[in-house]
């Protein structure tokens, strides 16, 4: 079956421009996080939805991070007046069940964004 | 402080050397500690879970273990395929959030 998609893959931005990020989780899965993961790191959690519910955002650096799941499937993530420092692979991972710190998360591949 | 370390950050092996990766966490109360394999240009793919202190899981070439300070994962005479980052994460109690390492990154040379 399909996996986890994300687009753009790859996402050019003038510094101050905003952006959007989508992810297309598995069909079906209940939960959803965002990461963002700069060069050489392991990924960094911003925000993690059950359904439709934003029950965690305490990763989002800025209040120019917003992301939304409105009908609990494809997920959103909004970057506002975008910075070099945004600069960074934003990765989606989608799980079966609702929130359990047993469930395998599984990744899309990832949009690389760059700010200039 | 909740955090996660990886080493060493890289590591370069001949074809049939094996060796470990480590990863040590200072987390209280672990719920559940996860190894990723993550390529180039792609997103981590889940490898293992382990839960408590003792306990072993393999596959092909790989059997990670765990103690109550430390992760260790094993690499059977690797081959060129196994050339990936290989991460390690644990889950924070009482929240949602996962901490990662920042990872091994392995070449195995033939």
């Known amino acids: 079956g399909a996996g986890v998609s994300q687009s753009p893959r790859y996402k050019v931005a003038k510094r101050g421009q905003d952006v959007a990020l989508r992810c297309d989780p598995i069909?079906?899965?209940?939960?959803l996080f965002w990461y963002q993961q700069a060069l050489g790191q392991g990924p960094e959690f911003l925000t993690y939805?059950?359904?439709?519910?934003?029950?965690?955002k305490s990763g989002l650096p800025s209040d120019r991070f917003f992301a939304e799941r409105p009908e609990g499937s494809v997920s959103t993530l909004k970057i506002q007046r975008t910075q070099q420092e945004d600069s960074a692979v934003y990765l989606c991972?989608?799980?079966?069940?609702?929130?359990?710190?047993?469930?395998?998360?599984?990744f899309g591949p990832g949009t690389r964004l760059l700010v200039l | 402080e909740d955090q996660v370390t990886q080493s060493p950050e890289a590591l370069r092996l001949q074809e049939g050397e094996s060796s470990s990766l480590n990863c040590s966490y200072t987390?209280?109360?672990?719920?559940?500690l996860f190894w990723y394999r993550q390529d180039p240009g792609k997103g981590p793919e889940f490898l293992f879970t382990?839960?408590?202190a003792g306990e072993e899981k393999e596959k092909e070439r790989l059997k990670a273990t765990l103690t109550k300070k430390e992760s260790f994962l094993h690499i059977t005479a690797p081959k060129p395929e196994d050339s990936a980052t290989y991460l390690c994460?644990?889950?924070?109690?009482?929240?949602?959030?996962?901490?990662f390492g920042t990872g091994t990154r392995l070449k195995v040379l033939a």
């Open positions: 991972a989608s799980s079966l069940a609702k929130w359990s710190w047993q469930e395998t998360q599984y």
């Open positions: 994460a644990v889950q924070v109690p009482g929240t949602y959030k996962y901490i």
């Open positions: 069909s079906g899965h209940v939960s």
């Open positions: 939805f059950q359904n439709e519910a934003q029950l965690d």
């Open positions: 382990l839960y408590s």
């Open positions: 987390v209280s109360g672990l719920r559940g």
